[in-house]
């Protein structure tokens, strides 16, 4: 969920839900650079800034880039898809959707998006603050008992990830449960419980920490404050306005048709198995939701131009907290790698990186079935960083560690 590069520029992406989750970003935790693959095609030597037209000849490099980076990482299957004002389209699918019956992978099959399901946990949640139902400074005490530091953890900081709250799916005793069972169910409370019982890291907003944790206690404020249903808040206050069809909070483990298998080695023995039909529900509201590539399109503009807020409480989102490095930064469920905003997401066996350039208008959306990880990077993040050097090589989206490992 963690998802977290949310395994970013090791900024967000997290992953799993953990990512970034593990965020996806599953994790958080952040270290010095992982090596790089070997590189992808040089921009041509007359690259500039403007985001060039999708000709034939771009498509054709996008293309063998796409395709080393699939060899070296052993991808499985990847959508890609490219979209800018006045130039042109790229909406491509490669390798396989299912490995057992070799079933092509498409770009209108549905995954599991992990860490991405942040950011409409925390817009359901700044719709509140439009509302003036709740208040950003408020502190997470006021709405949830039991929260370490809780009479000084506010909502801003946790939707900012500056909490100090131990990241429950680092917990050892959780990681042995989840891979032990992984079609086992979880509720948020057994999650928080992981989370407690371990110090906090940090005193409140001292610095930027990727926890789920801070998630799960977003979920729980938007259901007290509205009375319903975290499912239920996405679906009719967020989904419906922005017309996404295709996407939902699930309340089982199945995937609605068509969908993607996807594959992780998130195992106890380590090896690459078909994690389809495992339970998201340890990542709920930090990253148990499903999507596909033309929602992920769609939603990325809507998130980075705040259609569903008022400008207001959209300036306070995306304000940045440095991660690591320079030009990548974490908002409120957010963050600005090398101007590129959005969030990717991963959880065991799919990882999505759907994000929009608002200088050249321009939306990048990734979707792939497999989280394992080459020589630490996310296979999402390391696509991201092809398909960027030759699209916007001044605003290349770089592989870095997570902000925090997966549950291993």
């Known amino acids: 969920m963690k998802s977290t590069r949310m395994r970013l520029r090791r900024v967000c992406a997290a992953a799993a839900a953990g990512v970034l989750i593990a965020p996806a970003v599953a994790g958080s935790a952040y270290g010095a650079s992982a090596p790089v693959l070997s590189a992808p095609a040089a921009p041509s030597p007359d690259a500039g800034s403007e985001f060039p037209q999708l000709t034939p000849a771009v498509a054709a490099r996008l293309d063998a880039a796409i395709r080393q980076v699939m060899r070296e990482a052993g991808v499985p299957g990847v959508s890609v898809g490219l979209w800018a004002p006045g130039k042109g389209s790229y909406v491509k699918s490669f390798g396989v959707a299912d490995k057992a019956t070799g079933a092509a992978m ?28 709740l208040g950003l400074d408020d502190p997470i005490g006021k709405y949830i008992a039991g929260v370490p530091n809780g009479d000084r953890i506010t909502l801003r900081e946790l939707a ?70 975290i499912h239920d808040v996405i679906q009719k206050d967020v989904l419906e306005p922005a017309g996404l069809r295709n996407t939902l909070f699930p309340t089982s483990p199945a995937i609605p048709d068509p ?26 509201s930090a990253g148990e939701m499903i999507s596909d590539l033309q929602d992920l399109r769609s939603w990325a503009h809507t998130l980075a131009t705040g259609t569903l807020l008022t400008p207001a409480t959209q300036a306070e989102r995306l304000k940045t907290t440095p991660m690591n490095l320079p030009g990548d930064g974490y908002g409120l469920g957010i963050f600005n790698v090398q101007g590129w905003i959005g969030h990717n997401g991963s959880i065991p066996g799919y990882e999505v990186l759907p994000v929009y350039l608002p200088e050249a208008q321009a939306t990048m959306v990734i979707v792939l079935n497999t989280d394992v990880q080459t020589q630490g990077q996310e296979p999402s993040t390391l696509l991201g960083q092809a398909v960027t050097e030759i699209v916007t090589p001044d605003h290349v989206y770089p592989g870095h560690k997570p902000l925090a490992p997966k549950p291993s």
Not at 213 to 228: C, D, S
Not at 270 to 281: F, L, R, V, Y
């Open 259 to 284: 969908h993607a298998q996807g594959y992780t080695n998130q195992t106890a023995s380590g090896k690459i198995e078909d994690s389809t039909a495992w339970n998201p529900s340890w990542a709920w």
């Open 106 to 133: 498409k770009p209108d099959l549905r995954v599991r998006i992990g860490s991405e399901t942040k950011t409409f946990t925390v817009t359901a949640l700044l719709q509140l603050v439009d509302q003036g139902k």
């Open 160 to 229: 900012g990830m500056r909490s100090g709250l131990f990241n429950y799916s680092l917990d050892p005793d959780f990681i042995k449960k989840l891979q032990a069972d992984p079609e086992r169910s979880f509720t948020p409370q057994q999650l928080l419980d992981y989370s407690f019982k371990n110090p906090v890291q940090f005193q409140p907003g001292a610095k930027f920490d990727y926890s789920n944790t801070n998630l799960i206690l977003l979920g729980l404020v938007v259901e007290k404050i509205t009375g319903r249903p």
